[in-house]
């Protein structure tokens, strides 16, 4: 690992002014993911700037009709936070699906969904619930967050500070776990708002997406069954090491029966 | 730019300095001399290395040493009681063969007491579950889960005929 100052500020606005200030600095939240592109050498930020010692960043609550999760909230918390559990149920599921124990005792919503690993699972949740990503400076919409592979809206000196969920009726997420890594391989969020359905994939395309032709069918009856013949084109889909762009088109499909199955 | 941490490693106060690179692993088997702590991979898949940082389990190769500043750290060496007698998920270990060459052992060790803590009464599905962090490339897990069921859940080890 190149070698790095490191910083514990004590407010917001300390933490930003480190962003600005220095030459190439970069925000470590829980490190599941930068410390080991940091010990590959990947990546040589000037400064890491930990959020840990802003407890302003971190736990759940809700704020009407939707769930808030501060950005530091890790993966461990949102699966055992009683809210989370009772209101959107799919969502605890997810948060306790990712990694291990270990990562979940230390990732972070706010450093997976700023990584926008296509692989990760938060995104799936993040396009289907419709969630707005809070910055220091701005709301952004979930539609509009992810941007392409490991890309997403925000600025270099931005910072996620919370996450907010509309809670829906019915929520359900199955992802198809790569059996070494633990990451998707097809992770498919399925979500009923009243006559409205969202339908959010992740792990089959360069960045999280809405399968469209899924929701317009699950508006007419949300039934796993509905969607036996409704095919999701492999065109713009991955292709890699651990299968072929028509297996994930195909996973896509049985992810989202299994997802309303257990919404 | 070497810096200070001040924390609490098996119930006592420990001082060093370190890099902000020098991974908390490393300045417990280097710095410490604590080398019951293992690293067995460079991407935070093996859990050889897990530790309990303020009661939850962590891998201590992906953590830096200085964000552990002011935490309290308990590694295997500090698991069994001070006259040597053996925490109960180190005897569970011994009693159901969870061990052949010892290497994953640490990390299996403390990642069960994590996980019989957190999940009283977890069936072996969910022990298994819990281990996808955790990689033994002896013993074929059989022991390890068995020893970790009979701490979580003592009613669900099932009789197991040794050879
Ligand atoms: C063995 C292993 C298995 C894993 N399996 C899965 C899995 O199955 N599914 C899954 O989804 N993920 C998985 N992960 C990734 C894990 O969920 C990470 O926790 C997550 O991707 C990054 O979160 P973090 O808090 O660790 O962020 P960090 O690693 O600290 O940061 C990641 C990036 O986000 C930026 N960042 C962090 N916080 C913020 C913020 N608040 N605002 C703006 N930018 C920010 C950082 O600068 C950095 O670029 C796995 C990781 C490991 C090591
Ligand atoms: S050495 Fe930490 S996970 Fe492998
Ligand atoms: S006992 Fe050898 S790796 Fe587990």
């Known amino acids: 690992m190149h070698n790095f100052d490191y910083h514990a500020p004590k407010t917001l606005d300390s933490a930003l002014a480190l962003l600005r200030d220095k030459e190439d600095g970069k925000i470590i939240a829980g490190g599941m993911t930068l410390l080991p592109t940091l010990k590959q050498r990947l990546a040589a930020p000037s400064d890491l700037v930990d959020l840990a010692t802003l407890s302003e960043l971190k736990g759940v609550r809700r704020d009407g009709d939707e769930i808030v999760i501060g950005a530091m909230t890790t993966h461990a918390d949102v699966a055992a936070n009683a809210d989370v559990q009772s209101l959107i149920p799919g969502l605890a599921h997810l948060a306790s699906v990712i990694g291990d124990p270990a990562v979940r005792h230390r990732g972070t919503i706010g450093g997976s969904v700023a990584n926008a690993d296509p692989a990760a699972d938060y995104p799936a949740a993040v396009v289907a619930l419709n969630a707005t990503i809070v910055t220091n400076k701005r709301e952004i919409a979930g539609d509009d967050f992810f941007v392409s592979l490991f890309e997403t809206a925000l600025e270099r000196d931005e910072i996620i500070t919370s996450v907010r969920f509309p809670i829906p009726e019915r929520a359900g997420y199955e992802k198809f776990r790569h059996p070494a890594s633990g990451y998707a391989v097809v992770g498919v969020m399925v979500a009923k708002f009243g006559d409205k359905v969202r339908v959010g994939v992740t792990g089959a395309a360069g960045s999280a997406f809405r399968a469209t032709d899924f929701e317009a069918a699950l508006e007419k009856s949300f039934t796993p069954d509905v969607l036996l013949g409704i095919a999701v084109s492999p065109d713009d889909l991955l292709s890699d090491i651990h299968c072929t762009n028509e297996y994930r088109a195909h996973l896509v499909n049985v992810m989202a029966r299994r997802a309303i199955a257990a919404a | ?163």
Request: a negative charge; hydrophobic letters at 35%; charged letters at 20%.
């Open chain 2, 1 to 163: 730019m070497k810096t200070k941490v001040t924390l609490t490693v098996n119930g006592q106060e420990r001082s060093a300095e370190v890099e902000p690179r020098t991974l908390l692993v490393e300045l417990l088997r280097d710095q410490l001399g604590l080398t019951g702590t293992h690293v067995g991979c460079d991407t935070t898949q093996c859990g050889c290395c897990v530790i309990h940082v303020d009661d939850k389990a962590v891998k201590s190769c992906t953590m830096l040493a200085v964000q552990a500043q002011g935490c309290n750290i308990l590694t295997i060496e500090g698991l069994a009681a001070p006259d040597g007698t053996l925490h109960p998920m180190q005897e569970a270990f011994r009693e159901h063969h969870g061990l052949q060459c010892g290497f994953c052992t640490p990390g299996m060790v403390m990642m069960g007491v994590d996980i019989a803590r957190r999940l009283p009464g977890a069936d072996e599905k969910t022990v298994r579950e819990e281990l996808h962090g955790n990689l033994c490339r002896c013993t074929g897990y059989q022991g390890i889960v068995e020893a970790i069921l009979s701490v979580a859940n003592p009613g669900a080890v099932k009789e197991h005929h040794h050879a």
